[in-house]
């Protein structure tokens, strides 16, 4: 062999070595992608047996390890698709296009558990022409249930009101903010309190129930079912007024008002469960044996049932009807929003459908890999990297700082942090800068890939172009803003509503004698005005969740004070107070609380045209919210004891505070003069 050819076959034996090697890191680098890639990664044949898995994947279907998973799945589309089918049609699409983008399917977990993912598959043949799909899939599920939320409440906002189709309650209103105002109505009024459907099922929970309706007379299948069937009689559709009547079941005094959209009854709202001193007692009994409740059992619960006159009953019902007509108006002004809404959106994918027969080729957003080492370098990128950042080859970009590729260095700075901190992270945003300048927001599934000994040797992860996403997000934002106009609007019309109960108990109040009757009619009328001033400071708040309480007493006690001027001229409030927000579900009743308080200082610490001092204070300590009123009029009678409930309105109290979780402590002052303090649990 001459010495040239020695030397050739030396160049040849040395580029064979160096091709080994790089083609040894090539798969090495592969292997660690696939391994520890956060996506489920995964090699199948087109029959449905896996023959390759990563952990991602197996963590998604509830398997431990890859190798368990492998081992367990004989066949795919029955062990892991919920609908067979679905597998199928995956098939059929790859064998026609070779490829299939996006598609949404329902899996099995190993426990049972449905979920949604949303897969990416290819067709690859090896050398000898055998066919397999490779892909990746991620969870969905999510996604898809927030989805079908609002596709629910689309459909119900936007059908037309003359269909067939039933138009449901429930997806007119926000029950929770429903449930608050029943809860409170109920709390103002002294009734029970209940939204039903047409039919007399329950859709709201119930609002101060008595002991006789809810704990023996609901309790047995007869005497339940007539229940039903009476709200259904009661809640009648009736545009004129209140249905008032005594309950079919019970016999109770109850008032019904229909709320309905577009003249179609779609709920009843219903109240009552009181008596007055005409009904007939006997014949209230005889029906605790027709429904099999122990007699004496039924004559106890009878006696706890509050006593109203049929007078103000038929007030109360009348404030219910205006509350029913608000909502009935509110659900058909929802409906004619959802609409014009709809109409736009439907003109809107109209026009992209139309842009779309133009196009030649159907753009699809491809998730896309890439691999930086430890100096930060990119030294890899997937074919899909370029066309999302519009480069044309891999040697534009193979090389270059992965910080070029970021619209601003602090986002590449804080990715960063972030995975020396958690070692990877998920759907994590951040902007990237395209060949033409141009910005791409995209999300990023990312994680330090490491040698055998731990060594961090670089970062590797998935971009996903979000520019939909954004654009989508955009839109809830401005439907947020508009929704948080409408909540302002609810909270406006309830304190005007309440607002409206207050001057009817008012107008009634003035043809009454003074004495106890009348009080009692102030007292509701405070009672009332403490809610209507929750309602106004969430109406002016940013914050719909919280009221501070030291700004509700400052609003609400001269109010108080004022109703009582013809005996309390000369009494002067002092406020010591500290800021308290508390949420709407507290606000409420400790706004009655305060009210109650206020009210029975006004009513019984001082004599007419006494002079003195009635001081408020509210601050912290500790774990506890410390509300106090302490007056230096005649102080408590000999025989008051700390647990007296002779009154509805220390019943009252006492009842608040127990709802609030508080601690009421009464004392006499030094000196003369009483203190009612509350300590709540923050």
Same mark, same amino acid.
């Given at each position: 062999?001459?010495?040239? /050819?020695?030397?050739?076959?030396?160049?040849?034996?040395?580029?064979?070595?160096?091709?080994?090697?790089?083609?040894?890191?090539?798969?090495?680098?592969?292997?660690?992608?696939?391994?520890?890639?956060?996506?489920?990664?995964?090699?199948?044949?087109?029959?449905?047996?896996?023959?390759?898995?990563?952990?991602?994947?197996?963590?998604?279907?509830?398997?431990?390890?890859?190798?368990?998973?492998?081992?367990?799945?004989?066949?795919?589309?029955?062990?892991?698709?919920?609908?067979?089918?679905?597998?199928?049609?995956?098939?059929?699409?790859?064998?026609?296009?070779?490829?299939?983008?996006?598609?949404?399917?329902?899996?099995?977990?190993?426990?049972?558990?449905?979920?949604?993912?949303?897969?990416?598959?290819?067709?690859?043949?090896?050398?000898?022409?055998?066919?397999?799909?490779?892909?990746?899939?991620?969870?969905?599920?999510?996604?898809?249930?927030?989805?079908?939320?609002?596709?629910?409440?689309?459909?119900?906002?936007?059908?037309?009101?003359?269909?067939?189709?039933?138009?449901?309650?429930?997806?007119?209103?926000?029950?929770?903010?429903?449930?608050?105002?029943?809860?409170?109505?109920?709390?103002?009024?002294?009734?029970?309190?209940?939204?039903?459907?047409?039919?007399?099922?329950?859709?709201?929970?119930?609002?101060?129930?008595?002991?006789?309706?809810?704990?023996?007379?609901?309790?047995?299948?007869?005497?339940?079912?007539?229940?039903?069937?009476?709200?259904?009689?009661?809640?009648?559709?009736?545009?004129?007024?209140?249905?008032?009547?005594?309950?079919?079941?019970?016999?109770?005094?109850?008032?019904?008002?229909?709320?309905?959209?577009?003249?179609?009854?779609?709920?009843?709202?219903?109240?009552?469960?009181?008596?007055?001193?005409?009904?007939?007692?006997?014949?209230?009994?005889?029906?605790?044996?027709?429904?099999?409740?122990?007699?004496?059992?039924?004559?106890?619960?009878?006696?706890?049932?509050?006593?109203?006159?049929?007078?103000?009953?038929?007030?109360?019902?009348?404030?219910?009807?205006?509350?029913?007509?608000?909502?009935?108006?509110?659900?058909?002004?929802?409906?004619?929003?959802?609409?014009?809404?709809?109409?736009?959106?439907?003109?809107?994918?109209?026009?992209?459908?139309?842009?779309?027969?133009?196009?030649?080729?159907?753009?699809?957003?491809?998730?896309?890999?890439?691999?930086?080492?430890?100096?930060?370098?990119?030294?890899?990128?997937?074919?899909?990297?370029?066309?999302?950042?519009?480069?044309?080859?891999?040697?534009?970009?193979?090389?270059?700082?992965?910080? /070029?590729?970021?619209?601003?260095?602090?986002?590449?700075?804080?990715?960063?942090?972030?995975?020396?901190?958690?070692?990877?992270?998920?759907?994590?945003?951040?902007?990237?800068?395209?060949?033409?300048?141009?910005?791409?927001?995209?999300?990023? /599934?990312?994680?330090?890939?490491?040698?055998?000994?731990?060594?961090?040797?670089?970062?590797?992860?998935?971009?996903?172009?979000?520019?939909?996403?954004?654009?989508?997000?955009?839109?809830?934002?401005?439907?947020?803003e508009e929704k948080t106009l409408m909540l302002k609007e609810i909270h406006h019309r309830v304190k005007n509503n309440l607002q409206i109960i207050s001057s009817l108990v008012s107008l009634q109040t003035t043809k009454l004698p003074d004495g106890m009757e009348k009080n009692s009619f102030l007292a509701v009328q405070g009672r009332i005005r403490s809610m209507a001033f929750i309602h106004e400071r969430l109406y002016r708040s940013e914050n719909f969740s919280a009221v501070d309480m030291a700004d509700h007493c400052q609003r609400l006690i001269p109010h108080i004070a004022d109703s009582f001027r013809h005996i309390c001229r000369n009494v002067r409030l002092v406020f010591d107070l500290t800021p308290l927000p508390l949420h709407i579900d507290r606000a409420i009743p400790c706004g009655l609380l305060i009210s109650e308080l206020t009210t029975n200082a006004f009513k019984h610490a001082f004599a007419p045209g006494d002079s003195g001092v009635l001081k408020v204070e509210i601050h912290t300590e500790e774990h506890e919210a410390v509300i106090a009123l302490e007056d230096n009029g005649r102080g408590l009678p000999e025989d008051f004891t700390a647990d007296a409930r002779d009154s509805l309105g220390m019943q009252l109290i006492f009842a608040l505070a127990d709802q609030l979780k508080g601690r009421l402590t009464v004392t006499n002052v030094a000196g003369g003069g009483a203190r009612f303090?509350?300590?709540?649990?923050?």
């Amino acid at each position: 062999m001459s010495r040239e /050819s020695k030397s050739r076959l030396e160049e040849l034996v040395a580029a064979l070595a160096a091709s080994e090697q790089r083609l040894a890191k090539s798969k090495e680098q592969c292997s660690a992608f696939f391994d520890n890639a956060p996506i489920g990664i995964f090699r199948t044949t087109p029959e449905g047996c896996y023959l390759a898995a990563n952990q991602a994947l197996a963590s998604l279907y509830g398997y431990d390890s890859p190798r368990n998973m492998l081992a367990s799945v004989a066949e795919i589309g029955k062990d892991i698709y919920a609908d067979p089918e679905a597998r199928e049609e995956l098939k059929r699409l790859l064998e026609a296009h070779g490829k299939v983008v996006n598609y949404e399917s329902r899996r099995r977990r190993l426990d049972g558990e449905i979920i949604w993912t949303s897969t990416n598959m290819h067709c690859i043949r090896d050398n000898d022409g055998q066919v397999y799909y490779e892909g990746f899939s991620i969870d969905i599920t999510e996604k898809k249930r927030t989805e079908e939320a609002l596709k629910n409440r689309v459909l119900a906002l936007t059908q037309p009101i003359g269909e067939a189709d039933p138009i449901e309650f429930e997806n007119l209103f926000n029950l929770e903010a429903l449930q608050h105002i029943q809860d409170s109505f109920a709390r103002a009024t002294g009734v029970a309190s209940l939204i039903t459907k047409p039919d007399g099922a329950p859709i709201t929970r119930p609002s101060n129930f008595c002991r006789l309706c809810s704990e023996l007379i609901r309790k047995t299948p007869k005497g339940c079912a007539n229940c039903y069937a009476s709200d259904a009689v009661i809640g009648r559709f009736n545009p004129t007024g209140p249905i008032v009547q005594p309950c079919l079941s019970g016999g109770l005094w109850d008032a019904g008002a229909s709320i309905s959209v577009g003249g179609r009854h779609v709920a009843s709202w219903l109240i009552g469960q009181v008596r007055n001193e005409k009904q007939n007692e006997e014949a209230m009994l005889r029906y605790a044996g027709e429904i099999g409740v122990d007699r004496e059992a039924f004559r106890e619960a009878l006696a706890e049932v509050p006593v109203m006159t049929r007078e103000q009953f038929q007030y109360i019902a009348e404030a219910l009807f205006l509350l029913a007509n608000e909502l009935s108006l509110k659900a058909y002004q929802n409906i004619q929003q959802a609409r014009l809404i709809a109409e736009r959106d439907r003109a809107e994918t109209a026009l992209r459908e139309s842009e779309k027969k133009y196009r030649l080729v159907v753009q699809n957003i491809q998730d896309v890999y890439y691999r930086t080492d430890v100096d930060g370098v990119l030294t890899m990128c997937s074919p899909s990297f370029l066309a999302l950042l519009g480069y044309d080859s891999p040697d534009e970009v193979i090389g270059l700082p992965a910080a /070029s590729f970021y619209m601003t260095p602090s986002e590449r700075d804080a990715l960063l942090e972030s995975l020396r901190a958690l070692g990877s992270v998920r759907d994590y945003e951040v902007t990237l800068i395209k060949k033409d300048g141009s910005s791409l927001p995209v999300s990023t /599934s990312s994680a330090l890939y490491r040698d055998d000994s731990g060594g961090v040797l670089g970062v590797e992860g998935i971009f996903r172009d979000i520019t939909e996403r954004k654009l989508a997000e955009a839109k809830i934002y401005q439907s947020l803003e508009e929704k948080t106009l409408m909540l302002k609007e609810i909270h406006h019309r309830v304190k005007n509503n309440l607002q409206i109960i207050s001057s009817l108990v008012s107008l009634q109040t003035t043809k009454l004698p003074d004495g106890m009757e009348k009080n009692s009619f102030l007292a509701v009328q405070g009672r009332i005005r403490s809610m209507a001033f929750i309602h106004e400071r969430l109406y002016r708040s940013e914050n719909f969740s919280a009221v501070d309480m030291a700004d509700h007493c400052q609003r609400l006690i001269p109010h108080i004070a004022d109703s009582f001027r013809h005996i309390c001229r000369n009494v002067r409030l002092v406020f010591d107070l500290t800021p308290l927000p508390l949420h709407i579900d507290r606000a409420i009743p400790c706004g009655l609380l305060i009210s109650e308080l206020t009210t029975n200082a006004f009513k019984h610490a001082f004599a007419p045209g006494d002079s003195g001092v009635l001081k408020v204070e509210i601050h912290t300590e500790e774990h506890e919210a410390v509300i106090a009123l302490e007056d230096n009029g005649r102080g408590l009678p000999e025989d008051f004891t700390a647990d007296a409930r002779d009154s509805l309105g220390m019943q009252l109290i006492f009842a608040l505070a127990d709802q609030l979780k508080g601690r009421l402590t009464v004392t006499n002052v030094a000196g003369g003069g009483a203190r009612f303090q509350v300590n709540l649990p923050l």
